[in-house]
Nanobody, 122 residues
């Protein structure tokens, strides 16, 4: 059982980046997927979640209208599409999942992936 985030990198402010969260050993289809991030010197925080019905929960107001979470059930992969990136979005991004309902609590996740670094330059 593994959950792996990938796709991070360096991008200029205003640019876009798409992170991938791929699962192996279990299916993401019935899970709620939360993307977390941890900026330097700060605690890890929930960013956005999508539940099995496709409903979003936003945990950071500043990402509304900029971040979405497309799902590809056939590929057992969830993405974090980030547009209009800002330097404040610089962080290590993680994906995690739990059954059915969204949560912003890292401890409440059933499976947690390793992170991928996103750096937004000004």
């Amino acid at each position: 059982v593994q959950l792996q985030a990938s796709g991070g990198g360096l991008v200029q402010a205003g640019g876009s980046l798409r992170l991938s969260c791929e699962a192996s050993g279990f299916t993401l289809k019935n899970g709620a997927i939360t993307w977390f991030r941890q900026a330097p010197g700060k605690e890890r925080e929930g960013v956005i979640c999508i539940d099995p019905s496709g409903a979003y929960a936003y945990y950071i107001d500043s990402v509304k209208g900029r971040f979405t979470v497309p799902r590809d059930n056939a590929e057992n992969t969830v993405y974090l599409q980030m547009n209009s990136l800002k330097p404040d979005d610089t962080a290590v991004y993680y994906c995690a999942t739990r059954r059915y309902r969204c949560s912003r609590d890292w401890v409440a996740m059933l499976y947690r992936g390793k992170g991928t670094q996103v750096t937004v330059s000004s």
